[in-house]
């Protein structure tokens, strides 16, 4: 169907619709060949209203129609971008559960001002070959002594 809003009225007075007119003509209504072609124009111009407003109906209902297909697709577009983000998020929580010390929290610390002690080379020596070492070397006083052992700081130093 054509856009009734373009539509060109035509010439009723014209050969081509000569028949039209004379089935209309009645000499005794008085309505005569000009009084018929405007009987054929009012007829046309009618139509024509009604067909403009089947046409604008029409468009409305395609409006409405598309609307409401675009609302659908917005809807399932809205869907399956839930379901990759929840997918992606049920990767990240699997990846962390399978590794969790590489997603483990790091403390805010600062770096320690104070060397650590390191008990003797003589304690060293004796837990490296599994043999009995006592208490005394790894509390404070035996740590002191280490420390302030000249061997303790000696890296050339010989141990028995």
Request: proline fraction near 4%; hydrophobic fraction near 40%.
């Amino acid at each position: 169907m054509e856009d009734p809003n373009l539509a060109v009225e035509p010439d009723f007075n014209s050969e081509e619709y000569n028949e039209h007119r004379l089935e209309l003509v009645d000499v005794d209504h008085d309505i005569d060949e000009a009084h018929a072609a405007r009987i054929l124009s009012k007829a046309w111009r009618l139509n024509n209203s009604k067909d403009k407003d089947r046409w604008t109906a029409r468009l409305a209902e395609q409006a409405l129609f598309a609307a409401d297909e675009k609302k659908k697709a917005d809807e399932a577009e809205a869907l399956r971008l839930q379901s990759i983000a929840d997918d992606r998020q049920a990767a990240i929580k699997e990846e962390r559960q399978k590794n969790k010390n590489k997603y483990a929290p790091i403390r805010d610390v600062d770096v320690p001002d104070n060397p650590f002690t390191l008990p003797s080379q003589y304690a060293t020596r004796l837990l490296k070959r599994g043999v009995f070492c006592p208490l005394f070397y790894f509390t404070n006083k035996g740590l002191r002594e280490a420390s302030q052992s000249f061997m303790a700081n000696d890296t050339d130093a010989m141990v028995i």
